[in-house]
């Protein structure tokens, strides 16, 4: 379990293909190395990753064809910039809102301007997740908490404010760019109980 708030960046450093799954090298300096232990989770671009081997301040993580066919991480190279957040402790803040790790779709980002200091992004979601955002809910795109401004058809809009923009790679973003979207999960298991027609 995470929050969506990113600790730092870390690098991707090595991507090795094993039998039709990769493994990654993150380089993760900016984590206290006591929340990377062998067997715990990291929020990697909004992705939830195993460590199975601690180098230093890098760790290893196996991505399976199912995240690789959710996430935009088949697109990281070597030299990748990418946000990071360890795994909520017992007596942790909960500044953002509850985040699995566990990536609905990519989706694109459509267009972006400046919003006074801040940064208005817009996102074109796949329809059927649509359903599952809300003006002014949650949203966490490439592991960033956000709250949703607008929503319109395939479309919602994100306010970033500077400090979010330094501290995680939602700066890097160019229009067109895939990011990782996760829908609220609380909104997913409502949709999962509530009777279907």
Known sequence: MFTGIILGTGQVIAIEEKGGDLQMAIDAAVIDPVRLG???????GGACLTITRREGSVFF?????????KTT???????SRVNLEPSL??????????????????GRLTAQQRDGRS?????????????FVAPKGSICIDGVSLTVNQVSGPRLEVNVI????????LGDLVVGAGANIEIDLIARYLDRLLPKP
């Open 162 to 169: 500077p400090h979010t923009r330094e501290v995680t790679t």
């Open 61 to 69: 993580a196996d991505v399976s064809r199912e995240t690789l066919s």
């Open 38 to 44: 062998l067997g715990d989770s990291v929020s990697v």
């Open 73 to 79: 991480l088949g697109m990281w190279r070597t030299g």
């Open 119 to 131: 940064w208005r992004l817009e996102f074109e979601l796949p329809a059927a997740l649509m359903r």
């Open 89 to 106: 402790r017992a007596g942790d803040a909960l500044g953002g809102h509850m985040v699995s790790g566990h990536v609905d779709a990519i």
